[in-house]
């Protein structure tokens, strides 16, 4: 069975270890960690000891390390902070794992900056999408640390956030941090945008203002698709509706048929942890629904334009909650090829207007073995009753 020693170093150039540490590095053989890693540790390793890379792709590495019994791992910080040692423990569970941790970076740049962390929302943007930021820039969070790299540095950090409205933070920006050459220092958003940071590096956001995340936006304040007012689901039924789509416990939200993209936007601002694809027929719709979305601070939903029956859905995230709120006449068509992707208990909802499309709808998810749970019958001023209709998958 491999062993696997993975101890947390910075990047100061006058590491001290304790005892034990400084025990195991002499007496071992095999080390590991990135190329900086290596650099900093060169001149304490025994003679003749072996060295492997941490490079991508870690197949490859994992490859190297299948030929030997015991490697200690130089890694970043605390290794199980977004570290080596959970890849380790992922790709070798049977493996013995022993971690010697120092502080994270977002550990040092708290201490340097004297913020109290305990209630920091921390995330990592290092090989990963934007959707944590997304997340908890969207929720408030007083606090938010991120670790970045070299295409999700502190400068896009800030032009993202500029971009949807999120200038009510601070960005307090550490470089090279625990050697001789580490800054600390504090931006507007505006004023990061413009810097250029050196690597490694890391992001605390301390947020200044408190950026107003209504409930129920007001139809009125959307941009409309050619200032039709009809062309966007009331504000009443458009939380109805997300009701009946109970986001907070789903993972994946489809809205077909977008068109302002008034849903996508109030279902993101409500259930932020949510994967939102939204799909639009008409060109239209993918300005419409920019502009809407960094009017109000919506960041993370996936614009799709173009025919949904002629779409390869596979490539999207499966959902497990859909709303339909345009068909061209296509309801049926339309269920039936979304039907087969919703898992066991996933959602959908329809807005009918007539009894016509009601009955449509009924037919078809009768026919594609989905149950209809729930019909809510609601009229909003001087307009038609709408019935919002949900049904689940069986």
């Not at 050619?226 to 009331?234: E, F, H, L, V, Y």
Request: glycine share 8%.
């Amino acid at each position: 069975m491999q062993e696997f020693h993975i101890i947390g170093i910075t990047d100061s150039r006058e590491l001290s270890f304790s005892k034990e540490v400084q025990a195991l590095i002499a007496r071992s053989h095999v080390f590991s960690g990135g190329k900086r890693h290596h650099e900093i540790m060169a001149a304490m390793l025994p003679e003749s000891s072996v060295w492997i890379d941490i490079t991508v792709p870690l197949d490859a590495v994992f490859e190297c390390y299948a030929g030997y019994q015991e490697i200690v791992v130089f890694a970043s910080g605390d290794p199980l902070f977004f570290g080596f040692a959970n890849t380790v423990m992922r790709k070798l569970p049977e493996a013995v794992v022993k971690v010697y941790p120092s502080f994270n970076s977002l550990q040092l740049l708290a201490h340097k900056a004297l913020l109290p962390y305990h209630d920091m929302r921390t995330i990592s943007l290092t090989g990963r999408p934007w959707k944590a930021l997304d997340e908890a820039l969207i929720s408030g969070e007083t606090l938010i640390g991120s670790l970045a790299d070299r295409e999700k540095t502190p400068a896009s950090i800030a032009a993202r956030m500029q971009a949807y409205g999120y200038a009510n933070y601070r960005m307090i920006v550490g470089e090279q941090l625990g050697n001789e050459e580490e800054t600390v220092a504090e931006y507007s958003v505006e004023e990061a945008m413009e810097r250029h940071f050196r690597m490694p590096n890391c992001v605390i956001l301390k947020r200044i203002t408190v950026r107003e995340r209504p409930f129920g936006i007001p139809e009125e304040l959307f941009e409309l698709l050619d200032g039709r007012a009809n062309m966007i689901t009331k504000m009443p039924v458009r939380l109805l509706s997300l009701s009946l789509l109970d986001l907070r416990n789903r993972s994946v939200m489809w809205d077909v048929g977008f068109c302002t993209g008034s849903v996508s936007i109030e279902a993101k601002l409500q259930f932020p942890h949510l994967d939102i694809v939204a799909f639009e027929k008409r060109e239209a719709g993918r300005q419409l629904m920019e502009t809407n979305s960094r009017r109000f601070g919506c960041p993370g939903i996936t614009t799709v334009i173009g025919d949904f029956l002629d779409m390869p859905l596979e490539k999207f995230p499966i959902p497990d909650a859909v709303f339909i709120g345009g068909h061209g006449g296509k309801l049926g068509e339309m269920i039936k090829k979304i039907a087969p992707l919703l898992p066991v208990g996933g959602t959908l909802v329809f807005n009918s207007v007539s009894e016509d499309s009601r009955n449509q709808f009924e037919k078809a998810i009768d026919d594609n073995g989905l149950k209809l749970e729930q019909v809510i019958r609601l009229t909003v001023d001087e307009h038609n009753s709408i019935d919002t209709l949900k049904a689940i998958k069986r």
